[in-house]
């Protein structure tokens, strides 16, 4: 491991600690949106998106010039998604009562979201849904890695709840249920803290990745692959029939040992036109600031306000 991408992560790691340290077990709402508000900043160049032997829609793998841009290092957590509610008028998820969610779980990921709700919150953040191909590249990492940690599967680091696949929900109505209860209060599979796992950051230092949540994108999903997509910036523009969905969530919905792995590759494509699925969240993205190109580097750069 490179010696900037190991500091990045023991100071990562060490943030985490110290708002643990000072409010206890649960990281308060005034302090969730320290957490929103880091940014890491993804450097501009080429990246090799999509697998030469994955699943029909990942093919042909294609190199991919992106601007640079910053994306969430953490998921959106329910306290900062709360103060997007309160503000707007908006209705919370169904797991919620009203605007208020579970007792514990202020940085907990918010789940359950529909992709207009995403879109909305980031738009009220002052950024925007990551498209497919930025939330792929800070998965690779500046190494373009199968897995956000390198190129073993390794269930340890991410929460996708294979350690515990003999109490995976059988419905997606059972798994709201489970949305209600802290990793701390039950058997069960369930989602955790953002950051949980810092051993699981890409080479560019973004969280969860894989597991806990799944993420809305911006794109809409092409089931054909990428033989036509753009080379410069491409956004999926159609069909619009399913919108694109990132990263493993916190269990599978069909059971399967093996599609949890096969779902935590970067290059894993999913699609829902749903607004009623436990499993998925989002993160934001905008262009650079002023504050990214000033100190980012070509290995990503960590970027608070």
Known sequence: MKRSTLIRRLLLLCSLVLLLSVYGSEIPFQAVPELDRSMVCIPAGEFSMGSADGRADERPQRRIYLDAFEIDRYEVPNGQYQRFLLETGRKGPQYWHGS???AGQ???PVAGISWQEANAYCEWAGKRLPTEAE???????PNGYVFPWRNTWDYGKSNN???????????????????KYSAEETEFPS??????????????????????????????????GYRDLPSINPVGMGPPWNHSVRGSGWFDRHGQEDGVADASRCAARNSSH????????????????????????????????
Do not use: M
């Open 100 to 102: 208020d969610y579970p």
């Open 106 to 108: 202020a940085d907990y």
């Open 135 to 141: 939330w792929e590249k800070a998965c690779r990492g």
């Open 161 to 179: 709840g294979y350690d515990q696949v003999e109490h995976w929900p059988l419905s997606l109505e059972e798994g709201w249920q489970l949305l």
């Open 191 to 224: 989602l955790q803290p953002v950051g949980s796992h810092p051993d699981g950051a890409s080479g560019y230092g973004v969280l969860d990745l894989a597991g806990n949540v799944s993420e809305w994108v911006a794109d809409w999903y092409n089931w054909d």
């Open 274 to 305: 749903s607004y009623d699925d436990p499993r998925i969240g989002f993160r934001c993205a905008r262009p650079v600031s002023s504050s990214c190109l000033q100190h980012g580097d070509s290995q990503g750069s960590h970027v608070d306000e």
